[in-house]
Nanobody
Framework: QVQLVEAGGGLVQPGGSLRLSCAAS????????MSWYRQAPGKQRELVAS???????DYADSVKDRFTISRNNAKKTVYLQMNSLEPEDTAVYYC????????WGQGTQVTVSS
């Protein structure tokens, strides 16, 4: 079965960095686009970044030039490098892929606060 397991969240000060990872299993990882979403308290889940099987990336305007999505097909892992973090980036971050339907990980909490 499809499994997505996120890691790397935590508490960081404004201006700091974090690197999230998402380990995938149960499907042919290299064939799938992968995405990171986030959901802040009281807000809808939003797309943060995505990467196609060929490595093409796309970002939400709010994170462009601060976040970088990447993938390692040999490790079946997708990453989200987050730099210059702001309090507005505080959210639960989810890894996702779609095969006939969306699959989600359990999420990892990112808190940006001084």
């Amino acid at each position: 079965q499809v499994q997505l397991v996120e890691a790397g969240g935590g508490l960081v000060q404004p201006g700091g960095s974090l690197r999230l990872s998402c380990a995938a299993s149960g499907f042919t990882f290299s064939n799938n686009s992968m995405s990171w979403y986030r959901q802040a308290p009281g807000k809808q889940r939003e797309l943060v970044a995505s990467i196609t099987s060929g490595g093409t990336t796309d970002y939400a305007d709010s994170v462009k030039d601060r976040f970088t999505i990447s993938r390692n097909n040999a490790k079946k892992t997708v990453y989200l490098q987050m730099n210059s973090l702001e309090p507005e980036d505080t959210a639960v971050y989810y890894c996702s892929t779609t095969m006939f339907r969306a699959y989600w990980g359990q999420g990892t909490q990112v808190t940006v606060s001084s």
